[in-house]
Structures are given as C-alpha cells and as structure tokens.
C-alpha cells in the first residue's frame, strides 16, 4: 500500500513539475478552449486570476509579483497544482470565476461574495459616482442611508466609505447575503456604522419600520456620545439595485449568470418592474417616518426601464424625479429621485 502511495506521488510530482510561468501558460490554453466567450475572450486575465488565488496573491496590488522572474521560476506544488485543475473545472463548467476565487473588486475595494449574492457588477459604480455628483450639487448631508437589496453590501459600504460620517442600514430577504455583507463590513471596519437587518419590502411589517430607523444600534460609535439617539434619525439616502430583469431576458443571458448567480437576485415579475413597484409603495407609505425632507432616492435600473420607473415614481406616488447617468456602455443606469413633493 504505502509503495503504491509513494510511487503515485512520484508520479504526480514528475507531471506537475512546471513553474508558474509554464502554469501560467497552460491554465491559459485550457480556458482558451471553451465554447463560452466569456470564458475564452478573458483567458488571459482568468489564468491569471486563478493562479494568484492558488498562489494566494489575493490583492489587486500582489498580483503584479505575476511578472516577477523569481515567483514565475518557482515550481508549484502538488496541492497548488490539484487546486488550479480544480478550479479550472469549474471555471470550464461556466461557474463565475468570481465564486471560484470567493471575491470582485467594486469601487474601491475588494468584496467577498458567494452563491447566495450577486456579484457586484462595475455598471453599478454608476450608483456611486451619482450619489457624489448629486450630494456635492445640492450640497447635500449624507448622514442615513438605506440599501434596499444589500447583496454583498457593495453598494451601501462603499458608499459609507466616501461619506465618513454615515450609518446606514442595508436589508436583504435573504440570510446567507446578510452573512456576507456582514463578513465585507468588518474586512472594512464599517461593522460598527452598519447594521443588516432581513427584511422582505413585499411583506413586512410595521414594527419592522422602527428597527430600520432606530438601527444601527445605539452601541455605535457614532451614537455613543449622542443622548438624542441620533441614529433614530430619518433616511438621508435611499440606494437601490433590486432584482429588474424579466422572465423574457432572462431566457437570453449568459449561462455564467442564469446557471449560477441567485435568481432572486436578478429576476422580477411584471416585465421587470415588479420590485420597483413594491419599493414605491414601500417608501412612499412610510415616507413620513423613514425619509429626511431633502432624501435622496437612487434607483440602479434595466435597459430601458427609464420611463416606467419614472412614471411609477412621479405619477403613481409624488417623488419628485431629479436625473439619471449612463453607465461606461451608454445605457441609463441610474435614476435618482427625491422626497420633496412637486411645486
Ligand atoms: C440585484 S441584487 C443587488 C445586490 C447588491 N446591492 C448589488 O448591487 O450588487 C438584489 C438583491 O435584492 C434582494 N432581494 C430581492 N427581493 C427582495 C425583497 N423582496 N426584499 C428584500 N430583498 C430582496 C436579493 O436577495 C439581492 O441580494
């Protein structure tokens, strides 16, 4: 037995005798030939990808040791190499590569994510840079936020990021999303200006308003030296990403995201309009107690989603609409609203 062993280990080792450059090369050649684009057109980048994961170069900024002659002259061992074989299996079965190595870079930093989130997608910086446009315009306070949908948190924290002053609230119908927006607030110390509450906006009830108003706790740094109990404060900021593609679209997506990523993440009745109706209602029922006078009210949307949302906002309830931004492929990504009622 234990001959048997040691020789099959002998063996692996013969075969894997390469180093990361010759890793490098291969991992490349074997993504190179899948029938899905996605996959082949980004060999290049995903090999990279997974052999720094692998190598455990986990930061944007390590993964330039990739070019450095002494780590691509290193031979890689035989756990790395079964790991790399592994992952490319995956990777070949279309899984993400972003559930493979468990992270996405969105702003500016690096968020954990899994199968019960969606992965943050770089249209939805759109979000951000709208926010900081339009606060610095109007001259804005930022100081409560509220992310309907949290995911990964990615929207809400790094939003908290470039307003240091802020708390916020992020709320997500699903618990597992929760466990990692909440593991993504302490990897970036915001833990504290944070509180993850499960809430459904389609059915909730009203002892749940309360909770979202008087969190993030009182035991907050922000609110320690307050005795007013500033966090009971109202919403300054409502962010929003829900779920906005239709059964239609759906049907023509890429099998990386129809095979993987959450459809209650990604999928909403009624053409794709369906949460952002049910948030509508939502706010515009409780906007008395849950949103400051100036609140603004940021919607990231669909293709062509524009008009509907509009009209559901302005003319269904009375928000008042503010703009919009595209995104970096020209299509309207962003709607912003505010709570003041029309002159
Ligand atoms: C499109 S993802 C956005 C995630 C994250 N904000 C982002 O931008 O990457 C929508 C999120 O809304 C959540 N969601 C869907 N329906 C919901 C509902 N009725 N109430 C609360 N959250 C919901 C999903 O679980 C998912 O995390």
Request: one cysteine or more; aromatic letters at 10%; glycine letters at 2%.
């Amino acid at each position: 037995m234990n001959f048997i062993h040691l020789s099959k280990r002998f063996y692996c080792n013969k075969i894997i005798n390469k180093n990361v450059l010759e890793i490098l090369k291969d991992t490349k050649e074997k993504l190179l030939k899948s029938n899905n684009e996605l996959i082949s057109n980004y060999s290049e980048l995903e090999s990279k990808l997974l052999v720094s994961h692998v190598l455990k170069i986990n930061d944007h900024n390590d993964q330039y040791q990739l070019f450095n002659k002494k780590v691509q002259s290193r031979i890689i061992s035989n756990e790395e190499y079964n790991q790399l074989q592994s992952f490319i299996e995956r990777r070949l079965n279309n899984e993400p590569i972003n559930y493979i190595i468990g992270y996405r870079y969105f702003w500016k930093n690096k968020f954990f994510c899994n199968h019960s989130t969606l992965i943050p997608r770089p249209d939805s910086e759109t979000i951000i840079e709208k926010i900081i446009e339009e606060s610095k315009e109007k001259e804005l306070k930022i100081k409560k936020i509220l992310d309907l949908g949290t995911g990964t948190g990615c929207l809400l924290l790094s939003t908290l990021n470039e307003f240091k002053d802020s708390i916020g609230v992020g709320i997500d119908k699903s618990n597992e999303a929760l466990i990692i927006a909440n593991k993504n607030a302490i990897e970036l110390s915001l833990d504290k200006r944070v509180s993850l509450l499960n809430f459904d906006w389609n059915n909730y009830d009203k002892n749940q308003i309360s909770k979202l108003l008087s969190s993030p706790s009182s035991s907050s740094p922000s609110s320690s030296s307050n005795t007013n109990n500033e966090n009971n404060e109202k919403f300054d900021l409502v962010i929003s990403n829900p779920p906005y593609i239709s059964n239609e679209e759906f049907k023509y997506l890429n099998p990386i995201v129809t095979e993987w990523e959450p459809k209650t993440a990604l999928i909403a009745d009624e053409n794709g309009l369906k949460d952002y109706k049910s948030i509508a209602s939502f706010l515009n029922e409780n906007k008395d107690s849950l949103l400051s006078d100036n609140c603004l009210i940021v919607f990231e949307i669909g293709k062509g989603q524009e008009k509907d949302i509009q009209s559901i906002m302005e003319n269904k309830y009375s928000f008042k609409y503010i703009g919009y931004k595209k995104d970096l492929n020209s299509i309207i990504r962003c709607l912003v609203f505010m709570k003041k009622v029309k002159k």
